[in-house]
């Protein structure tokens, strides 16, 4: 197609593996402040008005360490560039 925008770059033109890692989860700590807005009144309304969910996050509390090992390994599989990667989300 002449003319079309080539959207996939070299091994070689991206920034190294370490690099993409390294952004990967910067992107999700610039985004904590509008999560704990978010999930902070859910968390007040479960105490106050919804207790028979409060298992759940006993649940989650058990399950972080495992979640966490999870989400190294996928972070560590990435291939994709931080920008590109973006797009995927908005």
Not at 54 to 75: D, F, G, M, N, T
Request: charged fraction near 30%; charge should be positive; glycine fraction near 6%.
């Amino acid at each position: 197609m002449a003319g079309a925008k080539e959207t996939t770059t070299t091994r070689s033109a991206r920034a190294s593996p370490d690099q993409d890692q390294e952004r990967g989860p910067e992107c999700s700590r610039r985004d904590w402040p509008r999560i704990l807005w978010y999930d902070l009144p859910i968390l007040g309304y479960v105490l106050l008005f919804e207790q028979s969910s409060l298992p759940a996050y006993a649940v989650l509390r058990e399950q972080l360490k495992r979640a966490l090992e999870w989400r190294r390994e996928i972070w560590k599989r990435v291939r994709a560039l931080p920008n590109e990667r973006l797009g995927w989300f908005g």
